[in-house]
């Protein structure tokens, strides 16, 4: 069966450090995978977007990697900061569909 | 550029009841999605229109839900009746085609007692 896995437990770091959150997909054949940011009582924002082609994408302090051979994404948030602090979802829209398919979340929290 | 609009904000029913979600998407986008999120998990689709016409639906419970999208823009989801597994975050994302971005509302919480 199709699984997105997500670190299940908390990120805990401190300010200034980098965060590096996981996601690892099984049964899928993704054309692109998405990360989302989602705070407590708000619908997911959207991060950034990595095709299949693609290895690494970045945007100001957000970092994506797509490994397609590993089946793993990972996406580091550099210089952390408090208002970082939010559950973190990886979505993958599949090659036979357009629909995306969320993982659980991580939830980071960056002390100061 | 106002964003997606999704009302009510919350609702608490008793089980067997029904209970309707409106959601507004951004002007222009063609594509709306509505997502069920239960406490701890991630949003799953339930729905997906293209304009007014269904993409997906496989994952909806069509027994007890059902949505429609008037002229293609504003859409409701119905749940008649309601179970107390229903319990649940009802999201409404749009994009402007069905490979861009999506845009989250701020979500319906629905709590069935």
């Known amino acids: 069966s199709q699984k997105i896995e997500q670190n299940s437990e908390a990120l805990n770091i401190q300010e200034g450090k980098t965060a590096t959150l996981t996601c690892n997909y099984t049964?899928?054949?993704?054309?692109?995978l998405q990360w989302y940011r989602q705070d407590p009582g708000r619908g997911p924002v959207f991060l950034l977007l990595?095709?299949?082609?693609?290895k690494e994408k970045r945007k100001e302090r957000l970092k994506v990697t797509f490994d397609t051979t590993l089946k793993q994404s990972l996406f580091h948030i550099t210089a952390s900061q408090p208002a970082d602090s939010a559950t973190y979802l990886c979505?993958?829209?599949?090659?036979?569909?357009?629909?995306?398919?969320f993982g659980k979340g991580t939830s980071l929290l960056v002390t100061p | 550029e106002a964003g997606v609009a999704q009302s009510p904000r919350y609702k608490i029913i008793e089980k067997r009841q029904s209970v309707a979600f409106w959601c507004n998407p951004i002007?222009?986008?063609?594509?709306l999605y509505w997502y069920q999120q239960i406490l701890g998990q991630g949003p799953k689709l339930l729905i997906q229109?293209?304009?007014?016409?269904?993409?997906?639906d496989s994952q909806l419970p069509k027994d007890r839900f059902s949505a429609e999208r008037l002229k293609g823009v504003d859409s409701t989801l119905k749940i008649q009746p309601a179970k107390l597994e229903d319990s649940a975050v009802y999201l409404c994302?749009?994009?402007?085609?069905?490979?861009?971005?999506?845009?989250f509302g701020p979500g319906t919480r629905l709590l069935v007692l």
């Open positions: 979505a993958l829209c599949s090659n036979s569909g357009y629909a995306l398919n």
């Open positions: 049964n899928y054949s993704p054309a692109y």
């Open positions: 990595i095709r299949e082609n693609e």
């Open positions: 002007s222009g986008h063609a594509t």
């Open positions: 229109f293209q304009n007014n016409g269904v993409v997906d």
């Open positions: 994302a749009s994009s402007l085609d069905r490979e861009e971005t999506q845009y």
